[in-house]
């Protein structure tokens, strides 16, 4: 439109000159058109058209913008987002920090949004970890984020119990819809269920309330090891010196923590304590020698480890009926202590703390074979197991470690994930995945 008003300019004036006689018209029409002309030449509103020129001036003003940006971030704070501590917290050039955040975004385990509905970040509190502890010691759950990085403790103070310092001897955890956490207390003199909150501005669980405790009521929760949310929202635990699985009602019963009526399977038993779901082989001929970690199947079996029984048992939860013996001896298994699902619930992984390896089994073909072979990366005496994204976490407990390796290939990652003051016992993964769904 401008190239069109200046031919036509040219091509008017011209003729004005070349004829006086229409020197008066011209300059009328002239004065009317130059409004518009002008705003054909002049107009800020109107798209200029790109040039090569127009590009790299508009690129070297962003350049600019940016480099100021980044200045004023690196005068103020360090990379962490914490006030600089020195100049060399400003050093680091953009190519590096990229390299840092795809390091830091392979590491993170996180696989996807967090319940609060951002992305989740590798320095956000992924992961809560229980630890075997010392006799007479209060004891700490705690945190560490998706890079391996221990943060602190992860719940706060708890009350003393009637053996004195709590928590003590801490085992199996469990996380609720509403981010609040339960703990098994183990210590046989103060065995019970204890309930953290959700997370503070601090990443710390304050204790709210004791969900159930061994007691006149309760009597089989005692030295209480793993627990296990089922698909209805009822809680099961794992009860060493009983030798039991009990259940109590969830919090969306009436009465939270009450333990439940025996399942119909056990009806021809006596008079079993209150919660039992299953019993002990001294009363069940498919009861339970030595029990240790359970977790649900996406079968919505219950899945038994039971150590000194040699095997892994599959439960109906609405019968208490053992469905199947789903792993034993003759896979090549000796003292089973943790399991737990892969996310498609195609593979179960089963620790074992005799041969000190990692099985898995096929749900579909029911093979079973060595997932982690005996030695692999260090482990040894597997303890906790939890799933998450592309890998299987492996708690260490003789070199007190966490351990992870590559669902698809049995490969370890290069080094440890998590070092720790003392023996692992149970890894909690609270940080959960995005809903298909939602994204």
């Not at 990379?79 to 993170?108: F, I, L, R």
């Not at 469990?174 to 065995?191: E, G, H, R, T, W």
């Amino acid at each position: 439109m401008t190239s069109i008003a200046k031919m036509f300019q040219f091509h008017f004036l011209s003729n004005v000159l070349g004829n006086h006689k229409k020197t008066v018209c011209a300059a009328v029409l002239l004065a009317m058109l130059a409004p518009s002309i002008a705003a054909c030449q002049e107009d800020p509103n109107a798209p200029a058209a790109e040039t090569k020129h127009h590009k790299d001036k508009d690129k070297d003003k962003d350049k600019d913008k940016d480099k100021d940006k980044d200045k004023d971030k690196d005068a103020n704070t360090t990379g962490t987002g914490q006030p600089a501590t020195g100049a060399a917290d400003g050093d680091t050039s953009k190519k590096d920090k990229k390299k840092d955040k795809d390091a830091n975004a392979d590491k993170s385990g996180v696989p996807g949004k967090a319940a609060h509905d951002h992305e989740a970040s590798p320095t956000e509190v992924s992961w809560l970890i229980t630890m075997h502890g010392v006799d007479g010691q209060p004891q700490e759950i705690i945190a560490v984020n998706g890079l391996g990085q221990i943060k602190g403790p992860g719940t706060g103070p708890v009350p003393n119990g009637p053996a004195g310092a709590a928590p003590h001897d801490l085992r199996g955890m469990a996380i609720l819809p509403d981010q609040s956490v339960l703990a098994v207390n183990a210590f046989m003199k103060d065995s019970r269920i204890l309930h953290f909150g959700a997370p503070d501005a601090n990443n710390v669980r304050a204790y709210m309330n004791d969900f159930a405790k061994q007691g006149p009521a309760n009597p089989a929760m005692l030295h209480s090891y793993a627990i296990a949310m089922s698909p209805d929202g009822d809680v099961y635990v794992s009860n060493q010196d009983t030798n039991t699985v009990t259940r109590y009602g969830g919090f969306g019963r009436a009465t939270p923590g009450a333990p439940l009526p025996h399942p119909e399977s056990l009806a021809g038993f006596g008079n079993l304590p209150a919660g039992v779901f299953i019993a002990n082989s001294q009363v069940s001929p498919v009861g339970l020698s030595a029990v240790r970690g359970m977790c649900f199947g996406p079968d919505g079996y219950l899945y038994v480890a039971d150590r000194d029984g040699s095997r892994v048992s599959s439960y109906d939860r609405k019968t208490g009926e053992r469905v199947k013996i789903v792993m034993n001896e003759a896979n090549g298994l000796k003292k089973p202590i943790q399991v737990t699902f892969t996310e498609d619930g195609k593979s179960l992984f089963v620790g074992d703390d005799e041969t000190e390896q990692v099985l898995r089994l096929d749900m579909d073909s029911g093979l079973c074979s060595v997932f982690i072979p005996r030695g692999t990366a260090g482990l040894k005496a597997p303890s906790a197991l939890v799933v998450s994204a592309k890998w299987l976490y492996v708690g260490s407990r003789l070199t007190k470690e966490i351990l992870r390796f590559d669902i698809a290939t049995g490969k370890p990652d290069s080094k440890p994930y998590v070092t720790l003051p003392d023996h692992p016992e149970f890894l909690l993964h609270v940080i959960p995945p995005v809903d298909p769904d939602k994204k």
